[in-house]
């Protein structure tokens, strides 16, 4: 295999492509960012090249068809899980969408692959945008809150909910001596969470809040 200058234009705007996909995940603060986009789509470009070389009369698909698996590891290792949910999916997407793109790149379709980075920064960007105004319109809460019993305490702060115009489902409850605990599921506009969020804190029957 000789060091072209196809070859050489090919690894560039793999490598081009992989930092403007790694600037955007960069910004974002995320776990993958520039370099290791790059890498990954340089990587991806290479080893495409190569199995197009060593495997042209039989096999040229043989290392490339890897590149799907192995990429598939490099994905899993940014997804993590927290008490704020499951985290890293996007992330983990956008590695295998910038391997399959340095794969374009290194099978010779440099402008299908080019356009496809302009298409995936643009979803990254139009998606969070998106993404913010559904969150403002609609987002889920858990709200845990531990306080003295009393007859009808859990009515009480159900009709608190309503009050804030949020939708809920109540969750488990459990009773310690003179203390109540429950739990509900409430979905409604950001706004309303908050002020029910706040109204909550300055409770002072509320022993303990979780939101």
């Not at 603060?29 to 070389?53: D, H, P």
């Not at 290194?106 to 496809?116: C, P, Q, S, W, Y």
Request: hydrophobic share 45%; aromatic share 8%.
């Amino acid at each position: 295999m000789e060091f072209t200058t196809e070859v050489a234009t090919r690894l560039l705007i793999s490598v081009l492509i992989g930092g403007i996909i790694g600037a955007e995940r960069e910004y974002r603060n995320k776990s993958a960012g520039l370099r290791t986009l790059m890498l990954i789509s340089l990587g991806s470009a290479l080893f495409t090249i190569l199995s197009m070389e060593i495997g042209e009369a039989h096999s040229p698909d043989r290392i490339a068809a890897n590149i799907v698996q192995g990429i598939g590891f490099v994905g899993a290792g940014v997804i993590f899980s927290s008490s704020m949910g499951v985290n890293g999916v996007t992330t983990a997407a956008t590695i295998w969408a910038t391997a399959a793109l340095g794969m374009c790149v290194g099978a010779g379709h440099e402008f299908i692959a080019l356009g496809g980075c302009i298409a995936l920064v643009g979803m990254l960007q139009v998606l969070i945008k998106i993404e913010t105004w559904i969150d403002k319109i609609h987002r889920v809460h858990t709200y845990k809150i531990e306080c003295i019993y009393e007859e009808n305490i859990l009515e009480h702060y159900e009709a608190l909910l309503k009050q804030h115009h949020l939708s809920f489902a109540r969750g488990r409850q459990s009773r310690i001596n003179n203390i109540i605990t429950s739990v509900w599921e409430a979905g409604g506009k950001r706004d309303d969470h908050d002020r029910f969020i706040h109204y909550i804190l300055k409770d002072p029957q509320v022993q303990r809040f979780e939101f």
